[in-house]
């Protein structure tokens, strides 16, 4: 995933080989629900790899509190 001549320190490496692990299980699963499960855990070792914010499904899509919400008062 990285470029031979770039050096990663261990933990960057660890996470980087887990995200290969979760992409193989995920390849190999059969249920969806645990395809899923991999896929997931793999995109977090990716993004703790590549420096990416951390996120929850809390954050995901959500919009702000009242955005968007009609309650009929003028």
Do not use: C, N
Not at 32 to 51: C, F, S, T
Request: zero cysteines.
């Amino acid at each position: 995933m990285t470029k031979p001549e770039e050096k990663m320190d261990p933990e960057q490496e660890y996470f980087e080989k887990r995200a290969e692990a979760e992409l193989e299980l995920a390849q190999s699963a059969t249920h969806p629900g645990v395809v899923k499960a991999h896929y997931e855990l793999a995109g977090l070792y990716l993004d703790i790899v590549h420096g990416e914010p951390e996120h929850s499904e809390s954050d995901a899509g959500v919009e702000e509190q009242g955005e968007g919400v009609e309650t009929g008062e003028d």
